[in-house]
T-cell receptor, first 115, second 113 residues
């Protein structure tokens, strides 16, 4: 499968627990983006990463949220001490870079439910 | 504030008709424009990208861009029930971090047989 991969597809957490969402970009892509989609709302940018670098985290809440894209392995979006308002679909997208106008391809998403 | 606005819909057209989806954006230095299709419960799927003024055609889809009017549209010819989905307009702003896309809230399209 050469597409963007995300896991888990569904994640249930109780308030106060931690959520870890993983994303493996398409083969040949070195740019990763995380977006969040709340019910009945549009996609909102959270963070843009390249290998070992956070390029833009302006869309990320200041507290409890962090992201990384290590030299080896998938990108991880981490949410500490989850609250009910964190329940959403979290999508990862990847692109090869700024060529072709930066077309981004999305993974299947992780649907987080906080009880 | 960079905003992307789409006609709210829902839009309902009969099978075989042309569906017209519209999008306006507020930032004049916007550079790249994309249309995504999202089926209910699924992830966005890129269907068209356009970077310069004019029309771009790909099969039954035509994207139209008018930077002077800050307007981009998507036409779907010979609409099929399988085209029923939410269509998202996305914009990449020159001058901002090159990566981030700004999305509209989407227009829900229903094609009835």
């Amino acid at each position: 499968n050469a597409g963007v991969m995300q896991n888990p597809r569904h994640l249930v957490r109780r308030r106060g627990q931690e959520a870890r969402l993983r994303c493996s970009p398409m083969k040949g892509h070195s740019h990763v983006y995380w977006y969040r989609q709340l019910p009945e709302e549009g996609l909102k940018f959270m963070v843009y990463l390249q290998k070992e670098n956070i390029i833009d985290e302006s869309g990320m809440p200041k507290e409890r949220f962090s992201a990384e894209f290590p030299k080896e392995g998938p990108s991880i979006l981490r949410i500490q001490q989850v609250v009910r308002g964190d329940s959403a679909a979290y999508f990862c997208a990847s692109s090869p870079g700024t060529e072709r106008g930066n077309e981004q391809f999305f993974g299947p998403g992780t649907r987080l439910t906080v009880l | 504030q960079k905003e992307v606005e789409q006609n709210s819909g829902p839009l309902s057209v009969p099978e075989g008709a042309i569906a017209s989806l519209n999008c306006t954006y507020s930032d004049r230095v916007s550079q790249s424009f994309f249309w995504y299709r999202q089926y209910s419960g699924k992830s966005p799927e890129l269907i068209m990208s356009i970077y310069s003024n004019g029309d771009k055609e790909d099969g039954r889809f035509t994207a139209q861009l008018n930077k002077a009017s800050q307007y981009v549209s998507l036409l779907i010819r010979d609409s099929q029930p399988s085209d029923s989905a939410t269509y998202l307009c996305a914009v990449n702003i020159r001058g901002s971090t090159l990566g981030r896309l700004y999305f509209g809230r989407g227009t829900q399209l229903t094609v009835w047989p």
